[in-house]
Structure formats: C-alpha cells, structure tokens
C-alpha cells in the first residue's frame, strides 16, 4: 500500500535494500516487513514487522544514538555429530544470527554498552516438532545471558503464532497473537525455512563473531 499523499519509504540503509517496504495505514507508518532468515536495521521512524510460530526475533535498539533493528530466526536440527568448538551447528547459526543484527547496530552507530532486547516468538505450532520453540527461546535466552546483554520485555512460548510490530526509535512493540484458523501460511513458511537451513548447515563461509 502506498502512503495516501505519495511519499516514499524512508531510504534503507546500505545492504537491506531487499526488504520489502510499505505504507502500514493502521500505525500510520512506513513499514518493513521481514521473513524468516531475514533481519533489518534502522535509524528512521519507521515499524518493522514479521509474522512468528516457532521462529525467535530478537528486537534490538540503542536508544541513546537511535538505531536499531529486527531479526527472524530459526535454529536448524543440531548433527549431534558435529562439533565444533564445544558447539553444535545449531549453535553456530543462532550466534550468527544474533551477530549478524548486532553488528549492523553498531555499524550504524550503535553502542554495545546501550543495548536493549527484547524477545518474541518461539510457540509450539509445528506439530510434528514440539520441542522447535523450546529450544529456540532456551538458545536466546542464552545467547542474551552470555552476551551480558539488558533483556527489557519477552513474550515468547504458547501455542500461537504472532504478529509483531517493533517501533526500534521508541522500543515499542505491539504483538497480536493469530487465531489457528490462519495458521497454515505462518506454518508452511517456517517448515520451509527449517527444511532449507537444516539441508544448508553454516560453513566456514559465514563469518562467526
């Protein structure tokens, strides 16, 4: 949807040129929505939203210089046979994943020492893998821990899929939680997505940090 008087989006910052962007007529707002695998950083007022069942975002911000950003992730299945460095591929893939967002914050002028997260997602609503969420919010929660990062709000777990919309200039996030009956395209995406990252594990091609 285009913005009622013409404008366009706010100009991405350099490498998020792919995220699709919109006018949101309900928040009054351009919009950026990203899917699973994605994330996106700011330094404009603008939402960022993604649409979550067992997938993790992490919403990050530093409120001090005004950036922030959004990711959407997943871990993939852990080869219990590959190691490495004391940690699974799963592993590997969930730090990449937190990395690749934090350094894009303080690339973008973000201090390490002002950061702020908050959590959403991580819901039991693939069937077939139940302990997908879990394992999911346990890995963040970690990462957040380790990192000795300020963890400000979460609302992860449950049954059901949600919708969330992160405001990184304010910190707000708003969160509606979706009805089973609309499921299915939130459920087929992510069994894609965990398909497609269990098949291609991280190599020594992705920079770990």
Not at 33 to 47: A, F, M, R, S
């Amino acid at each position: 949807m285009r913005h009622p008087d013409g404008e366009s989006p706010p100009e991405s910052l350099p490498g998020f040129e792919h995220i699709k962007q919109y006018w949101d007529k309900d928040h009054g707002i351009f919009a950026a929505k990203i899917l699973p695998g994605e994330y996106y950083v700011t330094v404009e007022n603008e939402v960022i939203v993604t649409v979550l069942g067992s997938c993790i975002s992490a919403c990050i911000r530093d409120p001090v210089f005004g950036v922030g950003g959004m990711n959407h992730f997943m871990l993939p299945e852990g080869d219990q046979d590959m190691i490495a460095q004391g940690a699974t591929a799963a592993t590997r893939y969930g730090n990449h994943a937190m990395e690749q967002l934090i350094n894009d914050i303080l690339k973008h002028g973000g201090s390490r020492k002002n950061l702020e997260v908050k959590i959403f997602g991580g819901g039991q609503v693939l069937a077939q893998m139940t302990d997908v969420g879990d394992k999911n919010i346990q890995f963040v929660k970690e990462y957040i821990a380790t990192e000795r990062l300020k963890l400000v709000a979460s609302d992860v777990g449950n049954i059901y899929p949600r919708k969330v919309y992160y405001f990184p200039l304010s910190g707000k996030v708003r969160v509606k939680k979706l009805r089973s009956a609309h499921n299915n395209t939130v459920i087929e995406r992510e069994e894609n997505y965990r398909q497609n990252i269990t098949c291609q594990p991280v190599t020594s091609e992705v920079e770990l940090f």
